[in-house]
């Protein structure tokens, strides 16, 4: 396991966009999927968004059906860094943001205890 490096995140007006970034080792960046988790206060940390980092010719990416169509998680192998755009943003969107990777089925991409490795979190709050 290792510590994951975020950055982005911040305080933006409701309809805005922010943009978060993930790095992680190569070893860890290739094993399976990065996935970004959400917690606000007093609610438990759910699943936002996923991509499966090696070549798949099935579904790639992931996302929570309240985030679809308004979040975007992209990867730049280069970099060994993952993005979540993150637009039209909602005051509900409000949470501590965390990403984290691991080898695990597509099926448990949402499962927090899934992953071994995560990043510190940052703050992404929006207001009405």
């Known amino acids: 396991q290792e510590q994951l490096v975020q950055s982005g995140g911040g305080s933006v007006q409701a309809g805005g966009s922010l943009r978060l970034s993930c790095t992680a080792s190569?070893?860890?960046?290739?094993?399976?999927?990065v996935t970004w988790f959400r917690q606000a206060p007093g609610n438990q940390r759910e699943g936002v968004a996923a991509i499966h980092i090696p070549p798949s010719t099935s579904r790639s990416t992931f996302y929570a059906d309240s985030v679809k169509g308004r979040f975007s998680i992209s990867q730049d192998n280069a970099k060994n860094t993952v993005y979540l755009q993150m637009n039209s943003l909602k005051p509900e969107d409000t949470a501590m943001y965390y990403c984290?990777?691991?080898?695990?089925?597509?099926?448990?991409?949402?499962?927090?205890?899934?992953?071994?490795?995560w990043g510190q979190g940052t703050q992404v709050t929006v207001s009405s």
């Open positions: 984290a990777a691991d080898k695990v089925p597509f099926t448990d991409w949402r499962t927090q205890d899934a992953y071994k490795s």
């Open positions: 190569e070893y860890t960046y290739s094993r399976n999927y």
